[in-house]
């Protein structure tokens, strides 16, 4: 049995450190099943909880928790699994009982120092304790820096969004409100803005999946519903102004779905990597053709025929739609236009556009006399 512990006991120390590596070291976007586990017992408990309230807001009040307590979950999981991985080392090469030995892993572990064994074996053991646990504070502690600058990063984006687009965001309501207001000339540039953010997401979020689990400050925001909202009126742009639209639209569709499969594949979802331009999208051709017309009558100038753009538009979506729904599912992000069921029971919110306080124009003056 003494053999069976101390084997144990190495494997579980080398599963532990493993996960740590993978998770706060090595910048692959590895997976780590304890971390993945982790999360989705705590959504689950979170979603549970926020259930009887109903509605999409009590979601996202609870949710706001499950960045904060996976954090403190991941760093309470690697300390336990290493108490109890050194507990059965001391346990198994030693004739020291379960008490002795949980009390001395303990006082090694967590650098208390009332507990020493006086064997060289137990002294060496006692030394990787006394490292391990310092050293994984350590890592979590400098772990935090990263995430919040990524987090920053992306919520400055999603907040300037919020003006073109929307909130919650959609790609035709973009395009809309830039025909409303005349600033079409700014779309280019908006293209390459979250063509960089793309790939910083694409970057971060796959090497830290934790990063989807942090939410937008106001409810109605997501940088998954952005990023859909942004691809969405490139594509429409692309399939209904094919002379004029910019070069920069591409790029951007290209980008964000390049990112969406980098984080796919450090979570393991599948997709397929070469879409069908024919294979059936989720969203219907009457969703599609709404659409066009609420931006049509925004102002917007069409190049093609509708019927004819549809068939462009569906080959542009194909690429990203699947894994956006799966993303924004996931993330539990505000139920949207065009991006998908979630979870939870809510009904989708469209976004919500400022009224129109432009002062009326001023009656002529009247003829003297």
């Known amino acids: 049995m003494r053999l069976i512990h101390t084997v144990t006991g190495a494997l579980l120390l080398l599963l532990v450190i493993g996960s740590i590596l993978r998770t706060l070291v090595v910048p692959r976007g590895l997976y780590s099943s304890l971390v993945n586990r982790l999360w989705s017992v705590l959504r689950l408990v979170l979603r549970l909880s926020a259930a009887p309230f109903g509605g999409y807001r009590a979601q996202d009040r609870a949710l706001t928790w499950l960045a904060p307590l996976v954090l403190l979950g991941m760093l309470g999981v690697w300390l336990s699994g290493m108490f109890i991985a050194y507990t059965l080392l001391l346990h198994g090469t030693s004739e020291l009982n379960w008490s002795t030995s949980i009390r001395e892993a303990g006082s090694s572990l967590f650098t208390l120092g009332y507990a020493s064994g006086e064997r060289l074996q137990l002294s060496a053991i006692d030394f990787m304790a006394a490292a391990s646990g310092p050293l994984v504070v350590a890592l979590q502690i400098s772990y935090l820096p990263t995430l919040y600058a990524a987090y920053q990063r992306r919520e400055t984006e999603v907040t300037l969004l919020q003006s073109r687009a929307g909130e919650p965001a959609w790609g035709p309501e973009l395009l809309a409100r830039q025909s409303l207001v005349d600033t079409e000339t ?101 969703e599609y053709l709404g659409a066009v017309a609420m931006i049509t009558a925004a102002g917007f100038r069409r190049e093609r025929p509708v019927e004819d753009a549809w068939a462009h538009f569906h080959g542009w979506r194909v690429n990203y739609e699947a894994l956006a729904y799966e993303l924004a599912r996931r993330s539990d992000a505000v139920p949207a236009l065009w991006t998908g069921p979630r979870d939870f029971h809510a009904p989708v919110i469209p976004p919500a556009r400022p009224t129109d306080r432009r002062p009326r124009a001023a009656h002529p003056p009247l003829p003297p006399g």
């Open 186 to 286: 700014a779309l280019p540039q908006l293209y390459r803005d979250w063509e960089r953010l793309a790939a910083d997401i694409g970057e971060s979020h796959s090497n830290y999946p934790v990063l989807l689990s942090f939410r937008s400050p106001q409810p109605n925001r997501s940088w998954v519903v952005a990023l859909v909202a942004v691809m969405d009126a490139a594509a429409l742009h692309l399939a209904l102004c094919p002379r004029t639209a910019p070069a920069e639209a591409r790029l951007v569709i290209r980008a964000g779905f390049t990112a969406m499969r980098d984080i796919a594949r450090s979570l393991r979802i599948d997709f397929d990597p070469d879409p069908d331009p024919d294979v059936p999208i989720r969203l219907t051709y009457a």
